[in-house]
C-alpha cells in the first residue's frame, strides 16, 4: 500500500484476515509492531476500526475497538468482497480494481485524478496537487476493496443495475 494511504478509515468495520495469512504475515514481517501469537486467536473475526495512524515510513497502523494490539494492513480485509454479503450482492462486491480505471490527468492547467466505469465514464475527477502518487494509492486501494466500499471512501457513487432508471430521468 502507499505510504500514509490508508486503505480503511476509523470508524469501518473490517475482517481481520485467515489464520493461514496471519502466520505467514508474522513469519515474514521483520520490522516494528511485529504480530503476536495472542493476536492469532482472532484470524476471521470482525471489528470496528478504532484508529488510524502512520508509523515512521508512511506503514499504515490500525487498533480496534475490541480487538487488541496493533495490526497492520495486510492482515485485514474488505468484509464485502466474501462471504454473505458478496453472495447477496455480487456487482456491488467486485473488486474496486477490477472495475474502475484511476488515472492522473491535467484539465483547465490544474492536476486531477479521474476515476472512470468500464464504459468511460468518469464518475469522479478530484483536483490532487500530486495526482499521480494520488492516483497510485487509489489504484493500491482498489485493489484490496469492494467497488461499494471504494465509492464510499473517496466520495461519489457508483452506476448499479438498481440505479440505472435514475439515468434516463429528466
Known amino acids: 500500500m502507499s505510504a500514509y494511504h490508508s486503505a480503511f478509515n476509523a470508524g469501518e468495520y473490517v475482517t481481520i484476515a485467515d489464520i493461514e495469512t496471519l502466520r505467514a504475515f508474522q513469519q515474514s514481517w521483520e520490522w516494528h509492531h511485529p504480530l503476536t501469537d495472542e493476536q492469532?486467536?482472532?484470524a476471521g473475526t470482525n471489528d470496528r476500526i478504532a484508529g488510524v495512524s502512520y508509523y515512521h515510513g508512511g506503514t499504515t497502523l490500525y487498533e480496534f475497538a475490541e480487538t487488541?494490539?496493533?495490526?497492520?494492513?495486510?492482515?485485514?480485509?474488505?468484509?464485502?468482497?466474501?462471504?454473505?454479503?458478496?453472495?447477496r450482492n455480487p456487482e456491488a462486491a467486485t473488486t474496486a480494481a477490477d472495475y474502475y480505471t484511476i488515472a492522473a490527468d491535467r484539465r483547465g492547467g490544474l492536476p486531477v485524478v479521474v476515476?472512470?466505469?468500464?464504459?468511460?465514464?468518469?464518475l469522479l475527477v478530484a483536483f490532487q496537487f500530486n495526482a499521480e502518487d494520488m492516483a497510485g494509492a487509489m489504484r493500491d486501494?482498489?485493489?484490496?476493496?469492494?467497488?461499494?466500499?471504494?465509492?464510499?471512501?473517496?466520495?461519489?457513487?457508483?452506476?448499479?443495475?438498481?440505479?440505472k432508471r435514475f439515468l434516463d430521468a429528466t
Not at 68 to 87: I, N
Not at 115 to 122: F, I, K, N, S, T
Not at 141 to 163: D, M, T
Open 68 to 87: 487488541p494490539g496493533v495490526w497492520h494492513e495486510s492482515c485485514l480485509r474488505d468484509p464485502t468482497l466474501t462471504g454473505d454479503y458478496a453472495r
Open 141 to 163: 486501494v482498489a485493489r484490496v476493496r469492494s467497488r461499494i466500499n471504494f465509492e464510499w471512501k473517496y466520495g461519489f457513487g457508483g452506476i448499479y443495475s438498481a440505479n
Open 115 to 122: 476515476v472512470r466505469d468500464p464504459v468511460g465514464r468518469e
Open 40 to 42: 492469532l486467536a482472532f
